[in-house]
């Protein structure tokens, strides 16, 4: 049995925070009737509901490959244990095999062969060019290349079939507790989309466990330059999809509540100052407040490398820097739009009976205005994922972005940027990377547009 | 009314004045010129000497904000806040790595980014204005439905793809334009084409969006109902009394872009090697070429707070209800 040690990197401290606050914010909702109704109303919303069931799959992906630890290497008896350098997390063990059983270099999709020609000797033919068999991709098939199309097509079919009856099963169990209220899953009225959410969820079984099956004996999306698989690559691009889109708005959230509601409760010189400093910050275009403030802080990590013990600290730290200074450059637009909605508010009657009663300002704040804040900045969290998770490919390719030892959507897409320009084309990174980004987007896109609706119903 | 932009142009100062102050604390505070220094000549052999040199061709071997070694006023200007930071609002930007001049690079690369941006923009606007008018004409119907899935799916598309497919599709498959490069003068057309008809396409998605939700605020207004009520044609009220109030918010609200438009777009500029400020930021940005990346931060912001004026201004203009304050 191989020892290993816990790491706990600074962003799994946030993301696992993060899935606390968000129990906790779920436990205060529910004492809050007329939040529990909109968020009942965004469950009824089938397309909201379908896009849920899609960002909690990759939410599960990102969690997974949030637990990280460092093995433990093989060490004489009695010596004090050592442990390896790599860093992985719980996804790369269930992917272990992804992860480990790399190419030469690319290679198509479900291909036996790499994708260029080399020499080689055959013993009996003396030296000839040929397309080199894959170490890994096919490698059951042995001689039978050839049925590598029926052989993949028939573990696919079997691996859907076994999907079919795993959501059989939970559909089974959803319908039976359904029925003890007396509410059907399809056809008829209903309070909560359980349609919606069992056909995605049928969708996702019948993509996902065809491809964990497969993955095992090919490369489904085939192998990049140095040969690593590109599925690996897209599982692992997920979490930091998600920590952008996620931590960033926790950095910048208390900041545009807090300096809001202040400007807009006590106006004055306070609403003066405020609107100063995010009138400066503003006005300077945001990529390059981004790329000014990334190069300053690609400065200080690299004058300080004896704060990190391993190289995914480091790229850790960035990531978390970046979504630091995202958060920094993009809390103005909430916070005017707060501003904004607490001038009115402090004008309305119900407040200004609390203060004529002598409540203080810090309670009517809290009690009074926060919760009437709600919607807004329930609508703005939801919005923003989106753009951010695009943002960072962007970034990563103007080369301010994640540190590009780090996988993410954005480095996959500019190590390929060259790739179309090959003869033959090698396809298949960017359009993995890209449909992935697209799916989860998308997704992010649709349940922020239910959300809106349900909270916000002014807007068509 | 002059009055009122005089005293807008006023306001601005002390806005560019924490930009200035901002730009400087993040260069040369955050970070010593020593750490930028041994950045440019890299982390391991580099000497207390080549460090020295290095600042004192660049200027950073004063002090920052204070020269207490100097005289009279010049304790203030022999410092290095004064001759790289305080200088910029004079246009002196100073000079990049390679040793040219940044204002003079700006001025020669600021033709082809607007010839870029420009026709963009301007197609763009008109592009999505009547893709939003046509969803909102038929809003509530299978078009109008449809339309907007298109929207929310053009805008889950990465900016990226849309230039890296449309290079592939248009230049390397079916070669009907250079996929990259720029020419003088007239010849540009050539390699302009690409990059506008993407810069259009991949703004549609969102940007109709947005204006569509304009056109159906304006639907329900009592104006229109009264315009009905008269007998008017749909087409009338819709073409006439409501196109032309929802513009008002529309064309207000593009108006802080347009000075931007002189900064040019990084990726697209990057992506199709046009020698504008776009990809002059970009290469500065690899480079790590300080000068240039501070010199950027400044001229954007000033142009982000001329938008901001315009946008007051034309406010003013369209809408007589608003007074100059």
Redesign the interface.
């Given at each position: 049995m191989m020892g290993f040690e816990i790491v706990i990197l600074w962003s799994d401290v946030l993301i696992w925070l993060l899935v606390l606050a968000g129990i906790g914010v779920g436990v205060l909702i529910a004492k809050n009737p007329p939040l529990l109704a909109a968020w009942r109303r965004v469950g009824a919303n089938r397309v909201g509901m379908a896009s849920a069931t899609i960002l909690l799959a990759f939410i599960v992906i990102g969690l997974l490959d949030s637990m990280h630890y460092r093995l433990q290497l093989e060490g004489k008896p009695g010596q004090k244990a050592s442990y390896a350098i790599e860093v992985l997390s719980v996804l790369d063990a269930i992917a272990m095999p992804l992860r480990t059983r790399n190419e030469k270099t690319y290679s198509a999709p479900f291909a036996t062969r790499l994708y260029a020609k080399e020499t080689m000797d055959v013993p009996g033919q003396g030296t000839i060019r040929d397309y080199p068999r894959l170490k890994h991709g096919g490698k059951h098939l042995g001689e039978n290349e050839g049925d590598a199309a029926a052989d993949a097509g028939f573990a696919a079919f079997k691996a859907m079939v076994l999907a079919l009856l795993g959501w059989l099963g939970i559909y089974g169990v959803i319908a039976a507790v359904n029925r003890k209220k007396g509410r059907k899953i399809f056809f008829g009225e209903r309070t909560f989309a359980w349609d919606a959410v069992l056909v995605t969820l049928l969708l996702i079984l019948l993509i996902a466990v065809p491809l964990f099956t497969l993955s095992s004996q090919y490369h489904v999306f085939g192998t990049d330059k140095v040969g690593q698989d590109v599925l690996y690559q897209i599982l692992k691009s997920v979490r930091t999809g998600l920590i952008i889109g996620l931590v960033t708005t926790l950095v910048m959230l208390p900041m545009a509540v807090l300096l809001g509601i202040i400007a807009g409760y006590f106006r004055g010189w306070v609403d003066d100052l405020i609107q100063y400093i995010y009138t400066v910050l503003n006005s300077i275009p945001g990529v390059l407040l981004i790329a000014a403030a990334v190069l300053m802080m690609q400065v200080v990590i690299d004058t300080h490398p004896q704060w990190f013990s391993t190289a995914a600290e480091r790229a850790d730290l960035r990531l978390l820097a970046l979504c630091f200074i995202l958060g920094i450059t993009s809390w103005t637009g909430l916070c005017r739009l707060l501003r904004g909605e607490t001038l009115k508010l402090r004008e309305l009657e119900y407040i200004q009976a609390a203060q004529a009663f002598g409540v203080s300002n810090g309670r009517i704040i809290v009690r009074h205005i926060l919760p009437n804040l709600m919607h807004i900045v329930i609508i703005a969290l939801v919005m923003d994922f989106s753009g951010l998770v695009l943002a960072e490919a962007v970034l990563s390719y103007v080369g301010i972005g994640v540190d590009p030892s780090m996988t993410s959507f954005g480095t996959m897409i500019n190590n390929a940027r060259m790739e179309l320009g090959r003869e033959p084309v090698v396809w298949w990174s960017l359009a993995a990377a890209f449909s992935a980004m697209f799916i989860l987007v998308l997704a992010a896109n649709l349940f922020a547009d239910a959300v809106r609706d349900a909270f916000d119903p002014r807007v068509a | 009314m002059l009055a009122y932009i005089v005293r807008r142009l006023l306001y601005a100062i002390?806005?560019l004045i924490?930009?200035n102050l901002?730009?400087f604390a993040?260069?040369f505070v955050?970070?010593t010129p020593d750490?930028?220094a041994?950045?440019q000549l890299g982390?391991k052999r580099v000497t207390p000497e080549a460090i020295e040199k290095w600042k004192v061709e660049r200027g950073y071997d004063k002090p920052l904000l204070i020269n207490s070694a100097a005289k009279g006023l010049s304790t203030v200007t022999e410092t290095i806040f004064f001759e790289k930071s305080a200088r910029m609002f004079v246009g002196d930007f100073g000079r990049a790595e390679d040793g040219r001049d940044v204002a003079r690079e700006i001025a020669v690369r600021m033709g082809p980014s607007l010839a870029i941006a420009l026709p963009t923009f301007i197609l763009g606007l008109l592009v999505s204005i009547t893709f939003a008018l046509l969803l909102a004409f038929f809003r509530a119907t299978a078009f109008d439905f449809w339309g907007v899935v298109l929207c929310?799916?053009a805008?889950?598309?990465?900016?990226?793809?849309y230039i890296?497919g449309g290079?592939?599709l248009i230049s390397?498959i079916w070669r009907l334009v250079p996929i990259s490069g720029f020419g003088d003068g007239l010849d540009a057309w050539r390699f302009l084409i690409l990059p506008v008809l993407i810069g259009v396409i991949s703004g549609i998605g969102s940007s109709a969006r947005w204006y569509r939700?304009i056109f159906?605020?304006e639907v329900n207004k009592d104006y229109v109902r009264t315009a009905r009520a008269k007998g008017l044609p749909e087409t009338v009220v819709f073409f006439r009394h409501i196109l032309r109030n929802a513009l008002i918010p529309i064309l207000t609200g593009v108006v802080v872009v347009i000075p931007?438009l002189f900064?040019g777009s990084?990726?697209t500029e990057?992506f199709f090697g046009i020698p504008g400020l776009g990809s002059y930021?970009?290469d500065a940005?690899?480079a790590?070429d300080?000068a240039v990346?501070?010199s950027?931060?400044f001229i954007?912001?000033v142009l982000?707070?001329i938008g901001?004026i315009l946008t007051d201004i034309s406010y003013t203009l369209v809408d007589p209800r608003i007074r100059f304050e």
């Amino acid at each position: 049995m191989m020892g290993f040690e816990i790491v706990i990197l600074w962003s799994d401290v946030l993301i696992w925070l993060l899935v606390l606050a968000g129990i906790g914010v779920g436990v205060l909702i529910a004492k809050n009737p007329p939040l529990l109704a909109a968020w009942r109303r965004v469950g009824a919303n089938r397309v909201g509901m379908a896009s849920a069931t899609i960002l909690l799959a990759f939410i599960v992906i990102g969690l997974l490959d949030s637990m990280h630890y460092r093995l433990q290497l093989e060490g004489k008896p009695g010596q004090k244990a050592s442990y390896a350098i790599e860093v992985l997390s719980v996804l790369d063990a269930i992917a272990m095999p992804l992860r480990t059983r790399n190419e030469k270099t690319y290679s198509a999709p479900f291909a036996t062969r790499l994708y260029a020609k080399e020499t080689m000797d055959v013993p009996g033919q003396g030296t000839i060019r040929d397309y080199p068999r894959l170490k890994h991709g096919g490698k059951h098939l042995g001689e039978n290349e050839g049925d590598a199309a029926a052989d993949a097509g028939f573990a696919a079919f079997k691996a859907m079939v076994l999907a079919l009856l795993g959501w059989l099963g939970i559909y089974g169990v959803i319908a039976a507790v359904n029925r003890k209220k007396g509410r059907k899953i399809f056809f008829g009225e209903r309070t909560f989309a359980w349609d919606a959410v069992l056909v995605t969820l049928l969708l996702i079984l019948l993509i996902a466990v065809p491809l964990f099956t497969l993955s095992s004996q090919y490369h489904v999306f085939g192998t990049d330059k140095v040969g690593q698989d590109v599925l690996y690559q897209i599982l692992k691009s997920v979490r930091t999809g998600l920590i952008i889109g996620l931590v960033t708005t926790l950095v910048m959230l208390p900041m545009a509540v807090l300096l809001g509601i202040i400007a807009g409760y006590f106006r004055g010189w306070v609403d003066d100052l405020i609107q100063y400093i995010y009138t400066v910050l503003n006005s300077i275009p945001g990529v390059l407040l981004i790329a000014a403030a990334v190069l300053m802080m690609q400065v200080v990590i690299d004058t300080h490398p004896q704060w990190f013990s391993t190289a995914a600290e480091r790229a850790d730290l960035r990531l978390l820097a970046l979504c630091f200074i995202l958060g920094i450059t993009s809390w103005t637009g909430l916070c005017r739009l707060l501003r904004g909605e607490t001038l009115k508010l402090r004008e309305l009657e119900y407040i200004q009976a609390a203060q004529a009663f002598g409540v203080s300002n810090g309670r009517i704040i809290v009690r009074h205005i926060l919760p009437n804040l709600m919607h807004i900045v329930i609508i703005a969290l939801v919005m923003d994922f989106s753009g951010l998770v695009l943002a960072e490919a962007v970034l990563s390719y103007v080369g301010i972005g994640v540190d590009p030892s780090m996988t993410s959507f954005g480095t996959m897409i500019n190590n390929a940027r060259m790739e179309l320009g090959r003869e033959p084309v090698v396809w298949w990174s960017l359009a993995a990377a890209f449909s992935a980004m697209f799916i989860l987007v998308l997704a992010a896109n649709l349940f922020a547009d239910a959300v809106r609706d349900a909270f916000d119903p002014r807007v068509a | 009314m002059l009055a009122y932009i005089v005293r807008r142009l006023l306001y601005a100062i002390p806005i560019l004045i924490g930009v200035n102050l901002l730009t400087f604390a993040l260069f040369f505070v955050v970070n010593t010129p020593d750490d930028m220094a041994r950045m440019q000549l890299g982390v391991k052999r580099v000497t207390p000497e080549a460090i020295e040199k290095w600042k004192v061709e660049r200027g950073y071997d004063k002090p920052l904000l204070i020269n207490s070694a100097a005289k009279g006023l010049s304790t203030v200007t022999e410092t290095i806040f004064f001759e790289k930071s305080a200088r910029m609002f004079v246009g002196d930007f100073g000079r990049a790595e390679d040793g040219r001049d940044v204002a003079r690079e700006i001025a020669v690369r600021m033709g082809p980014s607007l010839a870029i941006a420009l026709p963009t923009f301007i197609l763009g606007l008109l592009v999505s204005i009547t893709f939003a008018l046509l969803l909102a004409f038929f809003r509530a119907t299978a078009f109008d439905f449809w339309g907007v899935v298109l929207c929310v799916a053009a805008m889950s598309i990465s900016g990226l793809f849309y230039i890296i497919g449309g290079q592939y599709l248009i230049s390397k498959i079916w070669r009907l334009v250079p996929i990259s490069g720029f020419g003088d003068g007239l010849d540009a057309w050539r390699f302009l084409i690409l990059p506008v008809l993407i810069g259009v396409i991949s703004g549609i998605g969102s940007s109709a969006r947005w204006y569509r939700t304009i056109f159906l605020e304006e639907v329900n207004k009592d104006y229109v109902r009264t315009a009905r009520a008269k007998g008017l044609p749909e087409t009338v009220v819709f073409f006439r009394h409501i196109l032309r109030n929802a513009l008002i918010p529309i064309l207000t609200g593009v108006v802080v872009v347009i000075p931007l438009l002189f900064m040019g777009s990084l990726l697209t500029e990057s992506f199709f090697g046009i020698p504008g400020l776009g990809s002059y930021t970009i290469d500065a940005i690899n480079a790590q070429d300080f000068a240039v990346v501070r010199s950027m931060v400044f001229i954007g912001s000033v142009l982000y707070i001329i938008g901001l004026i315009l946008t007051d201004i034309s406010y003013t203009l369209v809408d007589p209800r608003i007074r100059f304050e």
